[in-house]
């Protein structure tokens, strides 16, 4: 269940990403809900998550969930680049979080 709670702390950690951007295109009160309730849902489970992961691996795989996934939202909803360069590193990326997933 550790893993699955990790997952999703990186899944609300790439929608409040998505939400920051959201924000600085239309300061609005619902944003601004959206932002801090997706880093709050976030964070509670990473916590439930580092009950039982080591800090380091639960931390790694969170951010790195974020920041590909933040990197992707990027280039699915608000065009930037798509080039193979930036693919191939956030794919890097990923790999890395699995392989940490085996060997813990």
Do not use: C
């Amino acid at each position: 269940m550790d893993w699955v709670y990790l997952i999703l702390a990186g899944l609300f950690e790439m929608s409040g990403v998505g939400m920051i951007n959201q924000w600085n295109q239309k300061r609005s009160a619902r944003a601004m809900l959206l932002l801090v309730g997706s880093f709050a849902i976030s964070f509670a489970f990473l916590a439930l998550a580092m009950m039982t992961l080591p800090m380091g691996t639960a931390y790694a795989v969170w951010t790195g969930i974020g920041a590909s996934g933040g990197a992707l939202l990027g280039m699915i909803f608000y065009g930037e680049a798509r080039d193979a360069k930036r693919i191939l590193f956030i794919a890097m990326v990923l790999v890395s979080a699995v392989g940490l997933k085996f060997v813990s």
